[in-house]
């Protein structure tokens, strides 16, 4: 959930938005984002599918597995301006079903972010034809992406995420220059 508070009294008025933000895990390859300002009246806000989406996957998406991470609302200096966004891994990929050794994927091995308001893919880490490319991102990466603002700013600056063949990342954002690497 993310409620843009802007006089920060914790309630949804003078034209705020509040916007929640699903997966479905086990069910399928699709993130939807709902705005729920209006508690009556929920609107769905955009909709972002994965490679196995019966309709195909969204331009940027197309490693997205089941979508198991919940999208965490992060603030971040993009191309000089403060800008709200989500950070989520990508996902599961069946082909881990049953395997009992480390399995290289084509499917999840990703980080992606995306604009919390549009669904716009602002980012995205992952093996090869991503903004950051890491060749060492072979497996499906399933769990929630840890999002950190190590020196006090107010954005964020460092990711942690751990991918199923048991390799962890570190992903360093320098906000000067929108510009990201890993560990």
């Known amino acids: 959930v993310w409620h843009d508070d802007t006089n920060k009294d914790m309630i949804i008025n003078n034209g705020e ?3 929640l933000y699903v997966g479905m895990r086990r069910g399928g390859s ?3 984002a ?3 300002s209006d ?3 929920p609107k769905l806000l955009w909709q972002i599918n994965g490679k196995n989406y ?3 996957p969204t331009t940027g998406f197309e490693s997205l597995g089941q979508t198991w991470s919940k999208m965490i609302p992060i603030d971040i200096m993009w191309e000089g301006n403060k800008k709200k966004a989500l950070i989520f891994s990508g996902g599961y990929d069946i082909a881990e079903d049953n395997k009992l050794t480390r399995t290289d994927h084509s499917v999840g091995n990703a980080i992606y972010m995306v604009d ?3 669904g716009d893919l602002l980012w995205k880490a992952g093996k090869s034809g991503a903004h950051l490319n890491i060749p060492e991102m072979k497996s499906a990466i399933v769990g929630d992406v840890v999002a950190i603002d190590d020196n006090s700013d107010g954005y964020v600056d460092l990711l942690y995420v751990a991918d199923l ?5 570190r992903i ?3 906000q000067s220059e929108t510009s990201a690497s890993a560990y």
């Open 54 to 56: 019966q309709d195909g």
């Open 172 to 174: 360093d954002f320098d």
């Open 116 to 118: 919390a308001k549009t």
């Open 39 to 41: 508690r009556d009246n």
């Open 34 to 36: 709902l705005d729920v």
């Open 165 to 169: 063949g048991g390799r962890v990342f």
């Open 17 to 19: 938005k509040a916007y």
């Open 30 to 32: 699709s993130y939807y």
